[in-house]
């Protein structure tokens, strides 16, 4: 499963940099393969890895601020592996050359 989710704290300031250093901390010290994004974070592995990755960060970000919004898209397709870069290598094979990727 490919997950891309996005958790915004709301009531904490304009700046969310330092919110948002704390959810790419739970993301990396997850285990999960991911891929860190300017608006939004993929992430990869079995459903529940992933789903139980985006509460703890939404409940982490409910820590800290009085409302949170998170966002979240799932591709799940069965059987499909390594999708985090195969999607991409899919285009670029396409293309012939390489794009700008995260």
Excluded: Q, W
């Excluded at 800290?64 to 059987?79: C, L, N």
């Amino acid at each position: 499963m490919l997950a891309v989710f996005s958790v915004l704290p709301v009531g904490v300031g304009e700046a969310l940099s330092e919110h948002v250093a704390r959810i790419v901390d739970i993301i990396d010290g997850s285990g999960l393969e991911y891929r860190l994004g300017a608006m939004a974070t993929t992430v990869e592995g079995e459903e529940n890895e992933v789903m139980e990755l985006v509460m703890k960060c939404h409940r982490a970000a409910r820590e800290a601020a009085p409302r949170v919004f998170t966002s979240v898209t799932i591709d799940d397709r069965e059987g499909a592996t390594g999708r985090l870069t195969g999607k991409i290598d899919d285009v670029e094979r396409i293309l012939g050359r390489r794009v700008k990727h995260g």
